[in-house]
């Protein structure tokens, strides 16, 4: 009797560990598969990201202050619109092709910028260091959302600024659904995701939302949050 409880105990066990290790490795493949696109997609970025206004990048980049965090830098489009109420940019990006591309404007940086291939879903970065942590057009591709936002929330200091500028799944029934079928061909053949929920990842990460303002585009949110 014992002996059955204590195998099936194991099994359990087993099955749990199981599942744990399948999970890491399709999120290890996800994450590769991420970077690759993104080197691919690093040399015509630029001609092809339309999403964003400058005006509105350079509103939303002037409420960053002190120690900046730039999640998933791309290609650097941000780096020029930081103010000088910045300490320092540290960026970080997944794909060494788009890093290479911000690199190269890091001239047009009126702040002190720095750049590191990283992970958003598993930073080096101590608890609390920094003032601000921003990212636009970022969590339609990080493969596991919530993980990258619960790890903005620990490197944020407690009183901190999130701020994401971030596409997401429209609240329009019929255009939300047709989203979800062209989801998996802009993954394929672009790389991100159209059809996240942000603002929901955003508050199971645990992050304290602030405000969400809708863009003109009702498909574009400007979030602030604190840890
Ligand atoms: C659509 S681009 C946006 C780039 C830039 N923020 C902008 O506004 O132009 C998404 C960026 O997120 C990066 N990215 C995706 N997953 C990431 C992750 N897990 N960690 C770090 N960067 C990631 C991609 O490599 C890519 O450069």
Redesign the pocket.
Known sequence: MRRGKLSKKSTYAAKRIYSRLEETLNMDRE?EQ??K???R??RV?DLM?R??KPEL?ANVLSQAHGMVL?????????LSYYTQDCVEVVG????PG??GKARARIREAKVPVKLYE????NMEFADGTFDTVI????F?????PIK?LQEIRRVCKPAGRVIL?EHVRSDNPVLGKIMDLLDPLTVRFI??HINRRTVINVEAAGLRIRSVEDQKSKIVKLIVAQP
């Open positions: 994450t991420t970077r696109r993104y080197n997609t690093s970025y990201d999403m964003i990048r730039e999640v998933g830098v791309g290609t650097g489009k941000n970080i990006d997944l794909s788009m890093l990283m992970d958003a879903q990212a636009t057009c970022v339609c591709s990080v493969p596991d990258g500028l790389g991100p």
